[in-house]
């Protein structure tokens, strides 16, 4: 991961340290008070709703054009039931990387996008084990999807560094 200094533009101070990389502790469906239900567990890696409803946790990578490292935000995706248990079934399986792709709904929200991020279409991708699997949206116009097709900058990754440290409320 890339580390750098960054004069804000928001605050006027300099930070120490570029993220290249965002996550979300949990699906943007996910209540603390579910906690406490049967149906329900929130783990590292996989979340089930109320018996109803399957996530895993996974890596959307966009590529910076204008730096070695890529971006990496790192995201909750819906499965139906039958992929998700294929998804465990396969956790610990070397050459898991080589099954179909799943198909899952974005299920975060990334707050630096114009519009909400929540249910675009993805594929979910198995890697290798001990990695993540990596989502790819489906191409359209919006803006994350862009982002993923066509890479952004140096500068786009400060700017969302200034949004996600100062957001406006």
């Known amino acids: 991961m890339v580390d750098q200094e960054f004069s804000c533009r928001r605050c006027g101070r300099r930070h120490e340290g570029l993220p290249f990389s965002y996550g979300a502790e949990a699906p943007a469906y996910w209540r603390d008070d579910l906690a406490s239900d049967e149906g329900s567990v929130l783990e590292d890696e996989t979340c089930v709703i109320q018996a109803q409803h399957y996530f895993v946790r996974a890596r ?3 590529p910076v054009l204008d730096a070695e490292d890529d ?3 790192g995201v909750w995706v819906s499965l139906s039931r039958d992929s998700f248990r294929r998804t465990l ?3 610990t399986t ?3 990387e080589q099954e179909p792709a799943y198909f899952g709904w974005l299920s975060t929200e990334l707050p630096v996008y114009p519009v909400g991020t929540l249910n675009l279409k993805t594929e979910v991708h198995s ?3 001990g990695t993540r699997p990596h989502v790819v949206l489906e191409p359209t116009d919006h803006p994350l999807a862009v982002e993923q097709r066509s890479g952004i900058t140096m500068k786009r990754v400060q700017e969302i560094a200034e ?3 100062h957001p406006r409320g």
């Open 71 to 73: 971006f990496d935000w």
């Open 163 to 165: 949004l996600l440290l």
């Open 94 to 96: 070397p050459g898991r």
């Open 89 to 91: 079934d396969l956790w």
């Open 60 to 62: 959307l990578v966009i």
């Open 127 to 129: 890697g290798p084990v």
